[in-house]
C-alpha cells in the first residue's frame, strides 16, 4: 500500500508535551523562582535593615536614659549646654557612657549634637570636632535613621546612625553605633530563611509534581497516539491506499471531491470458484483466497497500482500517471505467472481496460466508499469474464500503449453494454 510519508509522520507523531514543557514552561517556572527568591530575599532585607534601625533606635534610648540616670546633672548640661561641661562631668559621663557600651556589647558609638558636633566618642581624638558626613547630614534633615555597611579596620560593619528624641519630642541628639554584619546578618538569615527559602522550595516541589505529572501524560498520549496509529495501519489494510489518502486529508480539513481521471483498470476472477468453495472446506476456501489474493496484491503493488477493492473471489486495481497502461499490463502478466506456477485448484482470468472514470466517494455520510466507477471499469469487468482460466484479455488500445509483447492477435469481441464489438487481444503467459 503506497502511503504518503508527510501525511504519516503528521498523523502518528504525538504531541510533543514534554519537549514543549521543558523547552517553555520549565524556563519560566526558573525564572520566576529566582526573580521570586530575589524578591523575597530583597524584602526580608530591607525588612530586617528597618528592624536594626528600630532595634538601634531602643538602644539608643536605651544608652541615653541610663547615662542620664547615672549621672542626670551632668546629662542635663550634656543635653543643654556641652560647653559648660566641667572636666569632672565629662569623666563622670564618658565613663556612664563606657559602661553602656560594655553591657550591650556595641563596638564603637559616638554621639552627636543637632549642628553636627561630636560631643562623644570612643575614639577620644574625635571629641569635639563637627561631622560633616553625608549619612549625617541626612538623619539631621530628615530627622529618620539610616544605616549604612562598610569596612572598619578590616571589619565589615553597620553604621547605624539614629536620632534621640527627648520628652518633648525634639531631637536632642544623634547617636551613631556600630554593630558587626556577622552578627547582624545571623540575624537576618535567622529570620529571612523562612520567608525566602519556603517559596522556592514549594516552587521547586511543584515543578517536580509538574514535571511528573508531564511525563505521565507525555507516556499517555505516546501509547494513546501508538495505538491510534496501529489502528490507522490496521483499518488501511481493509481499504485501497487511494481511500486511506482520501480519509486522512478529509481529517486534515481537505474536501473529498469526485473528479474525472484516465486510469487503467485491472479485473481479476477465480474460475469456477463457486464449484471450489461448494466442495471444499471453510478454512480451505479461505486459505486459498488469502493465498491469492496475497499474490495479486503484491504483483499490484509492486508496479505501483492500487488495489481498489476485493469482491469475493475478484480483484480490481487501479493504475494511473504515467506509463499506467504499460504497468497494469506487468501486473497482470505477474498475476497469471504467480498464480500458474502454484499448486492450487483454479486459476483466475485476467482483464484490462483503459479509459475515463470518475473518481471519488460513494456512499451516504455513515458509509462511503472510495473508488472508481465509470465505462472503464465496466469494460474491465466484461473482458475479465471473456478471459479463461490463466488468460489476460485487454483492449487493443491498452496493449498499444503499454507495448506489451506476447499478445495473440487482433479479435472482436461482443460485450455487454456496447453496441459495436470491442477490438482486443488476449495472451496466455
Known sequence: MTTNPSVDIAFEQPYPLRRLFLRRIVPGLVVFAAILVTLSGFGA?????????????????????????????AWEKFLTDHESLSNHDSAALAAAFAGEISELHI????????????LFSTRAEDMGQVETGDLLATVLRTREGV??????????????YVPWKDDSGRMALVLELYEPVSYLNTILWRNAAAPVLIPGILLLVLMIGLGQMVRRAQNDIDLRTNALAELRRR???FVSSSAATA?????????????????????SDVRDFTGFAGTSSADDVVEYLNHIMTLQVEAVNNHGGDVDKMIGDAVMARFEGKDAEARALAAAHDIIVRLSGSDLPRKVGVGVF????????????ARQDFTVIGDAVNMAARLCGAAAAGEIVADIDTVGAGRAEGFLDEESLT????EAPLRV???TP
Open 147 to 160: 544605616i549604612n555597611a562598610k569596612v572598619e579596620d578590616g571589619i565589615e560593619v553597620y553604621e547605624l
Open 247 to 267: 480519509a486522512r486529508g478529509a481529517v486534515k480539513g481537505v474536501a473529498v471531491t469526485s473528479a474525472k481521471i484516465r486510469c487503467t483498470v485491472l479485473f
Open 354 to 365: 483503459t479509459g475515463e472514470v470518475i473518481s471519488g466517494a460513494i456512499g451516504t455520510a
Open 425 to 427: 487481444r488476449r495472451s
Open 45 to 73: 532585607n530591607e525588612a530586617m535593615r528597618a528592624i536594626y534601625l528600630e532595634l538601634a533606635v531602643g538602644r539608643a534610648d536605651t544608652i541615653a536614659r541610663a547615662v542620664a540616670g547615672v549621672e542626670p546633672e
Open 235 to 237: 483499518l488501511e489494510t
Open 107 to 118: 563596638s564603637k558609638l559616638k554621639v552627636y549634637s543637632p549642628d553636627g558636633h561630636i
Open 415 to 418: 460485450v455487454k453494454g456496447r
